[in-house]
T-cell receptor
């Protein structure tokens, strides 16, 4: 079975440019999570969706960040305009249901390594 | 909100030795505690988890223990092998797991020397 698929794997762009990260969750999973990973702050939850509806975006750092989930098989995380401090690895994860437990764990993609010059 | 502390940040062991990683959490309502292993260039992968109504869970060479009173839980890896080298993250669920939030520790880089 295909896991969570993220694209691109690597993105290098200049500050001020718009960046769009993409995620395809595992088929049948109803919940989708976006995380950011940095050395200083570790893994931070940015936003999560349930049945394509955003549930909690309190982790989104600024208005420059936005996320959408237009359907059950696709989500985007957009940064506009991008800044050097946005450089990080961004992970998408999905789970069968919103409630997380042993039978419904979160599965992570391999991430997008974003570098803003 | 929930806060998860993880120690040590780095751990080096000889192949065949045991490794122990410890985490503490602050929210007494948390009731689900997964451990993830992250290899270089990969996303975190779930290796074992435990719920608050269980004190210990074991899966081959990996075990997790939970002390609800003290609000800490630990990962134990026995008979370590070089392929166990990775970064390990503990996490705790907020809202009792009902809303999917996972708060992660800062990670432990485990190195197993042959």
């Amino acid at each position: 079975d295909a896991g969570v698929i993220q694209s691109p794997r690597h993105e290098v762009t200049e500050m001020g440019q718009e960046v769009t990260l993409r995620c395809k969750p595992i088929s049948g999973h109803n919940s989708l999570f976006w995380y950011r990973q940095t050395m200083m702050r570790g893994l931070e939850l940015l936003i999560y969706f349930n049945n394509n509806v955003p549930i909690d975006d309190s982790g989104m750092p600024e208005d420059r960040f936005s996320a959408k989930m237009p359907n059950a098989s696709f989500s985007t995380l957009k940064i506009q305009p991008s800044e050097p401090r946005d450089s990080a690895v961004y992970f998408c994860a999905s789970s069968p249901r919103l409630t997380v437990n042993s039978n419904q764990p979160q599965h992570f993609g391999d991430g997008t390594r974003l570098s803003i010059l | 909100g929930e806060n998860v502390e993880q120690h040590p940040s780095t751990l080096s062991v000889q192949e065949g030795d045991s490794a122990v990683i410890k985490c503490t959490y602050s929210d007494s309502a948390s009731n689900y505690f997964p451990w993830y292993k992250q290899e270089l260039g990969k996303g975190p992968q779930l290796i074992i988890d435990i719920r608050s109504n269980v004190g210990e869970k074991k899966d081959q060479r990996i075990a997790v223990t939970l002390n609800k009173t003290a609000k800490h839980f630990s990962l134990h890896i026995t008979e370590t092998q070089p392929e166990d080298s990775a970064v390990y993250f503990c996490a705790a669920s907020t809202h009792g797991g009902s809303q999917g939030n996972l708060i992660f520790g800062k990670g432990t880089k485990l190195s197993v020397k042959p």
